[in-house]
């Protein structure tokens, strides 16, 4: 990162004096929107709705209803995109306000016990359907096991979980994220606060869209995507990095991040500790925190690995496979890292059209 701050510095120094900027402004025009306008930007129909959990978070979801203005040539399904508490486009409370603690107190266990239900009950609601397939990647399969293995009801709603880059341990997992469990919870909070971790930021807005859309700066930026990530060059379009970066990071709890590193150190699928028997007697009437158990649950689940995934890292994975009671597909793409599952210039080839075959496969005659 200071690599690309200093980088960033010279450049913008010496750029004008040098004729770096001749060439002119070459932003993706994506960079600068927010998702109703991307999807517009594309020619697609999308409906938006705010969900509110039964803890009083309000949620932003998207939909894409079908297909384009020539629907006869898309697959045709209906398209919901959902959102976590505390990122760009889910940050409101009935109660809180963002701005303070409380608002912030969360991980993957509130995002699995109200914000996937929440999700998951208005879409059947809004469309009838009794069943829906769910895509989920990194930490939206997180959720999703968690979920589906403690709430038996939701899990019934579930045609088919697609599972990608899944992360249920992360014992073995080579982000740089993992020096987090090395400092201590209040080391963690004298540096990050609090409250939220990792925003999008105005600054990163200008890096993304000022800087690397630049060809010059491509590789430092990508770089930095892939030390975060896992590396795979080859597979990434560098002139669209502008609007990936543009996009991310969404942000979430500096609680969800303490989350992260009392998994990495304890190598266990676990609910959160919050610190002392009595606050853990009043979350989950133990004195520790329960164990999530993947074997419980009984949705039927396809999955794709990357050999080159610096989070979810495959012997991690390997791990997982035997604990899915209803495995019924698997897939390792060694050279795939970790955001190659939705950035990937080949994941329609290596993951998408499969992924459709067996939603088709899954449907009525």
């Known amino acids: 990162m200071w690599q690309l701050l200093a980088a960033t510095c010279w450049m913008l120094l010496l750029g004008p004096v040098c004729g770096y900027y001749r060439e002119g402004p070459t932003t993706n025009p994506e960079a600068n929107m927010n998702i109703s306008q991307i999807i517009s930007y594309w020619g697609y129909p999308?409906?938006?709705?705010?969900?509110?959990?039964?803890?009083?978070?309000v949620l932003g979801i998207y939909r894409i209803p079908?297909?384009?203005?020539?629907?006869?040539?898309?697959?045709?399904?209906?398209?919901?995109?959902?959102?976590?508490?505390?990122?760009?486009?889910s940050r409101k409370h009935l109660q809180f306000s963002p701005?303070?603690?409380e608002y912030w107190a969360f991980s993957l266990d509130e995002m699995a016990k109200y914000d996937l239900p929440a999700t998951i009950n208005f879409i059947v609601e809004k469309t009838g359907q009794e069943q829906l397939y769910y895509v989920g990647h990194s930490q939206g399969t997180t959720i999703a096991f968690i979920a589906f293995s403690t709430n038996p009801e939701?899990?019934?709603?579930?045609?088919?979980?697609?599972?990608?880059?899944?992360v249920t341990t992360v014992k073995y997992t080579q982000s740089p994220m993992r020096k987090l469990s090395s400092l201590s919870r209040k080391v963690v909070k004298v540096l990050f606060g609090?409250?939220?971790?990792?925003?999008?930021?105005?600054?990163?807005q200008f890096i993304a869209t000022k800087v690397c859309n630049r060809k010059i700066f491509h590789r430092i930026c990508s770089n930095f995507l892939f030390t975060l990530s896992g590396f795979d060059p080859k597979n990434l379009n560098m002139?669209?990095?502008?609007?990936?970066?543009s996009q991310s990071p969404a942000g979430t709890s500096v609680q969800n991040m303490l989350h992260w590193a009392q998994a990495v150190n304890s190598g266990l699928f676990q609910a959160f500790n919050w610190g002392n028997p009595d606050q853990n007697m009043m979350h989950f009437h133990q004195l520790t925190p329960p164990l999530y158990n993947v074997s419980k649950m009984e949705v039927p689940t396809a999955v794709w690995s990357g050999g080159q995934d610096a989070v979810a890292d495959l012997k991690d994975v390997e791990n997982l496979l035997p604990k899915i009671t209803r495995l019924i597909y698997y897939k390792l793409i060694p050279h795939y890292n970790h955001v190659d599952f939705y950035l990937g210039q080949d994941a329609p080839h290596e993951i998408?059209?499969?992924?459709?075959?067996l939603m088709g496969e899954c449907l009525p005659n």
């Open 194 to 204: 609090d409250k939220m971790f990792s925003p999008h930021t105005f600054f990163g």
């Open 99 to 101: 701005k303070s603690p």
């Open 239 to 245: 002139s669209r990095l502008d609007v990936y970066l």
């Open 154 to 166: 939701l899990a019934k709603r579930i045609k088919i979980f697609f599972a990608l880059a899944p």
């Open 352 to 357: 998408y059209q499969d992924l459709i075959r």
């Open 46 to 57: 999308y409906e938006k709705y705010d969900v509110v959990t039964k803890d009083g978070y």
């Open 66 to 89: 079908y297909g384009r203005k020539c629907p006869r040539t898309d697959v045709g399904y209906d398209v919901w995109m959902g959102n976590s508490r505390g990122n760009t486009w």
